[in-house]
Nanobody
Framework: QLVESGGGQVQPGGSLRLSCAAS????????MDWFRQAPGKEREWVAY???????AYADSAKGRFTISRDDAKNTLHLQMNSLRPEDTAKYYC??????????????????WGPGTQVTVSS
C-alpha cells in the first residue's frame, strides 16, 4: 500500500514537501517514482530514487525538486521548491514493477498511491 501526503495550495515561488508511506512489502528492493497528472493531460513522470541512492529527474523538475527515500521508515519524499502554476497537478508515488529496475514509464509501475493534490496559485 502506498499513501501520499503533504499536498496543498501554495503561491508561486513557494515550497511543499510530499511524502509517500509504503507498507506491505520490502521497500528497499524497489525503485520508487513520483508522477503527476494535471486535468486533461497525461500522467507525467517527475522523478525516481533507486535503491542505492541514485536519482533522476524530469527536465521540468531539475534544480527545483529533490526526491529522497528513507528505507528505515519505508518513506519516499519529494521536496518541491520554486513552485510554478504549471506544477499544479495531482501527485502520485509509484512502485517499480521489478526488483532493482527503475523506469520512467507508468506501465512499469505496479502499485500507486491515491495521489495528493498540489495547487500553485496566487
Amino acid at each position: 500500500q502506498l499513501v501520499e501526503s503533504g499536498g496543498g495550495q501554495v503561491q508561486p515561488g513557494g515550497s511543499l514537501r510530499l511524502s509517500c508511506a509504503a507498507s506491505g512489502y520490502d521497500f528497499s528492493t524497489r525503485c520508487m517514482d513520483w508522477f503527476r497528472q494535471a486535468p486533461g493531460k497525461e500522467r507525467e513522470w517527475v522523478a525516481y530514487a533507486d535503491m542505492i541512492g541514485n536519482t533522476a529527474y524530469a527536465d521540468s523538475a531539475k534544480g527545483r525538486f529533490t526526491i529522497s527515500r528513507d528505507d528505515a521508515k519505508n518513506t519516499l519524499h519529494l521536496q518541491m521548491n520554486s513552485l510554478r502554476p504549471e506544477d499544479t497537478a495531482k501527485y502520485y508515488c509509484a512502485r517499480a514493477r521489478i526488483d532493482w529496475v527503475c523506469s520512467r514509464r507508468p506501465d512499469d509501475q505496479d502499485y500507486w498511491g491515491p495521489g495528493t493534490q498540489v495547487t500553485v496559485s496566487s
